[in-house]
T-cell receptor, first 109, second 121 residues
Framework: EDKVVQSPLSLVVHEGDTVTLNCSYEVTNFRSLLWYKQEKKAPTFLFMLTSSGIEKKSGRLSSILDKKELSSILNITATQTGDSAIYLCAVKGAQKLVFGQGTRLTINP | GAVVSQHPSRVICKSGTSVKIECRSLDFQATTMFWYRQFPKQSLMLMATSNEGSKATYEQGVEKDKFLINHASLTLSTLTVTSAHPEDSSFYIC?????????????????FGDGTRLSIL
């Protein structure tokens, strides 16, 4: 059965810190890996990764995929209180998108 | 960016009522739409996948007669929770993609609606 595991499940840091969120997967016929940010409502799309080793960057957020290790990381530098959210990793296999449990990130001022 | 609109955002109704939730893609043609359910502090659980013009594919354990899905056009899918009971109370989220079919290259991300919080009394 396809599986996506995120770590840590919860993380509390101070504003300005840098954080790294992890995602590992076991998926049949891997197509792509996606990162989403979920605040009070539904998830908003951050990144989609299909190729290993190519970093995607958007402002203070960046992500990279390692197909050999079946994993991805999401980095957030110079964190702000507005970065507090649940970060979801999802992997597209042959049939559907499989979500991890999410990492609940809290940024304290 | 791609926009998916979901309506209503919140529903409170009595047990036995049927509730319809709409999901619209506003600026792209959504060949495939997905319906998820999310329990508090848990991740998204896929309920069903629908391609425009064909019957929805339901995940194991999801009652298709209970959760009716219609995807009649490239911009609209609806989920009807029939004869809702308190255990159906949850956060329902739709997503849409312009991928032609499930199992394709996977190069189009899913975009989510804002979700519907359903409370059955």
């Amino acid at each position: 059965e396809d599986k996506v595991v995120q770590s840590p499940l919860s993380l509390v840091v101070h504003e300005g810190d840098t954080v790294t969120l992890n995602c590992s997967y076991e998926v049949t016929n891997f197509r792509s890996l996606l990162w989403y940010k979920q605040e009070k409502k539904a998830p908003t799309f951050l990144f989609m990764l299909t190729s290993s080793g190519i970093e995607k960057k958007s402002g203070r957020l960046s992500s990279i995929l390692d197909k050999k290790e079946l994993s991805s990381i999401l980095n957030i530098t110079a964190t702000q209180t507005g970065d507090s959210a649940i970060y979801l990793c999802a992997v597209k296999g042959a049939q559907k998108l499989v979500f991890g449990q999410g990492t609940r990130l809290t940024i304290n001022p | 960016g791609a926009v998916v609109s979901q309506h209503p955002s919140r529903v409170i109704c009595k047990s036995g009522t049927s509730v319809k939730i709409e999901c619209r893609s506003l600026d792209f043609q959504a060949t495939t739409m997905f319906w998820y359910r999310q329990f508090p502090k848990q991740s998204l659980m896929l309920m069903a996948t629908s391609n425009e013009g064909s019957k929805a594919t339901y995940e194991q354990g999801v009652e298709k007669d209970k959760f009716l899905i219609n995807h009649a056009s490239l911009t609209l899918s609806t989920l009807t929770v029939t004869s809702a009971h308190p255990e159906d109370s949850s956060f329902y989220i739709c997503s849409a993609t312009s991928e032609w079919r499930i199992g394709s290259l996977g190069n189009q991300p899913q975009h989510f609606g804002d979700g519907t919080r359903l409370s059955i009394l």
